[in-house]
């Protein structure tokens, strides 16, 4: 069972942890090695420099700064008060929908706990069914759970009542917190300028013609009926069968290579080998002539 000192350990390790891999982000990012990495569209937009440039060897590696430390935090207050466009503008819209799926998280679990402790709660505490339990050591944690509630008890309904109000709050929030998240998303790229990115559209299952590759089918399909909205097209193709292919024949390379090298070695007697399995079994054959011929069956396969 259950008990407050497990509870206590798990959010202490689940906290330290949490602020650990905080620390961590926060002193990475004040090194100067790593400074395009954290500022990347500082550099795009030329209001930030290159902070290794005109320093000594460590310095271009390691903040120096002891002071910048100090307060090596205080950007989080600061990105929370910021105004979301101007953050958007500062840090960029991966920035406001991370800092958005926190906040979601708090507007989620903040009321069911609340809810749970006013409702469920009581509801546990109060039932009895632990105790009625001869020989079963159980703590006061134990009482607030459900296994504290008699088989077929009517209290059972306060628990399903409570899943459906969590699941159904959970979903809204979601929803409310995704449409949002679009409607950013789209009054970003609208405010950017244009690229081809923004507008391309995936095409699949092309049919094929007989008279035209699939490149020049795709290109006068679009510039006879969208031509004042089509720019260029790259066709795409699965090539794992290719790969597959390519590394067979490399394999096949390499064996008449070796039986090539073997053979010159040797000049009075011809290699050979199996046509079965890794050549531990079939018929056997000239090792040199069965490779080159294999190795021909492939090229015309590539």
Same mark, same amino acid.
């Given at each position: ?9 798990? $959010?202490?390790?689940? @906290? ?50 002891? /002071?910048?430390?100090?307060?090596? &935090?205080?950007?989080? @207050? ?26 979601? +998280? ?22 009895? $069914? ?21 088989? +077929?008890? *009517? *209290? ?14 959970? &979903?809204? =929030?979601?929803?409310?917190?995704? /449409?949002?998240? $679009? ?19 995936? =095409? ?9 590759? %699939? ?24 090539? !794992? ?5 390519? $590394? ?7 064996? &008449?290579?070796?039986?090539? !090298? ?17 050549? &531990?079994? +079939?018929?056997? %054959? ?6 080159? =011929?294999?190795? +021909?069956?492939? !090229?015309?396969?590539?």
């Amino acid at each position: 069972m259950a008990n407050l000192e497990d509870i206590i350990y798990s $959010a202490a390790t689940y @906290l330290l942890t949490t602020f650990a891999f905080l620390l961590a982000f926060a002193i990475l990012r004040l090194q100067p090695i790593n400074d395009r990495v954290y500022f990347p569209k500082w550099y795009l937009k030329g209001i930030r420099a290159s902070p290794t440039h005109s320093r000594a060897i460590i310095s271009k590696f390691v903040n120096m700064d002891f /002071k910048t430390y100090i307060r090596l &935090l205080s950007w989080m @207050l600061a990105a929370l008060r910021m105004p979301e466009p101007e953050l958007i503008d500062h840090a960029g819209l991966d920035s406001v929908v991370y800092i958005r799926i926190y906040l979601m +998280g708090l507007k989620i679990f903040v009321p069911i706990t609340l809810l749970a402790f006013a409702v469920l709660v009581p509801v546990n505490w109060t039932a009895g $069914a632990l105790e009625q339990i001869k020989d079963l050591t159980f703590s006061d944690i134990d009482k607030l759970s459900i296994s504290n509630i008699p088989p +077929g008890s *009517r *209290r059972f309904w306060a628990h399903v009542a409570m899943s459906y109000v969590f699941t159904f709050w959970t &979903l809204y =929030v979601i929803y409310k917190e995704y /449409k949002t998240t $679009a409607i950013l998303r789209l009054q970003f790229l609208a405010s950017e300028s244009h690229r081809p990115d923004h507008f391309t559209v995936l =095409v699949r299952n092309i049919p094929p013609d007989p008279d035209e590759s %699939v490149t020049e089918h795709v290109e006068h399909f679009f510039c006879v009926n969208h031509p004042d909205h089509y720019l260029t097209h790259q066709v795409v193709y699965n090539a !794992n069968k290719l790969a597959n292919l390519v $590394a067979k024949k490399k394999s096949l390379q390499n064996w &008449l290579t070796y039986y090539q !090298n073997k053979y010159e070695r040797n000049p009075l007697s011809r290699p050979t080998t199996k046509t079965g399995f890794w050549g &531990l079994w +079939g018929t056997r %054959v000239d090792a040199i002539d069965f490779y080159t =011929v294999e190795i +021909g069956k492939l !090229n015309e396969e590539v």
